[in-house]
């Protein structure tokens, strides 16, 4: 399988680049179950983000990161927007998003009452693995606007394609998309 290095401030990773069913290709991206490199963005990336109130992040390759850069910031809670509706959800809020690179079709994110509650007046940073299309973004921006959150900053590990060149966003590291 063809590999991508990337160099995440001094972490080297190798990326399996996948084709996705569209037929583009991408440099994999996963931090499941990976604490070196899951640490180490996190620190990097918390930097950045210091002026936050609160964090959110969609499930599930963001949990793990916002964890980290939330525990780096010293802040107990964070927000997790999630794409099914849970049962302590029922009074929460939700959104419909299009479709991201990877998941090629429409969903949903729930966000708690709680979590609600947690953003509202607050500067927001969202926190996310990977920005490519901006659908994704896109959604968590709207959950926190209609929560009454203040969108402060959007940080992610990786841009991927053209989302490298948005001047709204901070990450650590570009890729690019392959079309063979």
């Not at 640490?39 to 959110?56: F, G, N, R, S």
């Amino acid at each position: 399988m063809k590999t991508y290095p990337v160099d995440l401030n001094g972490f080297t990773a190798e990326l399996p680049i996948m084709k996705l069913p569209s037929g583009i290709g991408i440099a994999f991206f996963n931090l499941h179950g990976d604490s070196a490199l899951t640490e180490h963005c996190a620190k990097a990336l918390a930097k950045y983000v210091t002026d936050c109130d609160v964090l959110i992040t969609a499930e599930s390759k963001g949990l793990q990161l916002c964890h980290c850069i939330a525990r780096e910031l010293g802040q107990r809670y964070y927000a997790v927007a999630r794409k099914m509706q849970k049962l302590y959800m029922q009074d929460g809020i939700e959104i419909t998003i299009q479709s991201s690179i990877t998941t090629g079709k429409e969903q949903k994110l729930y966000l708690s009452k709680h979590d609600t509650d947690l953003i509202k007046g607050k500067k927001v940073g969202i926190i996310d693995d990977v920005v490519s299309t901006g659908a994704s973004l896109m959604g968590l921006e709207d959950l926190v606007k209609k929560a009454g959150g203040i969108i402060h900053k959007k940080a992610f590990v990786l841009a991927e394609g053209d989302a490298a060149d948005r001047k709204d966003v901070i990450y650590l590291a570009k890729i690019p998309l392959f079309t063979d």
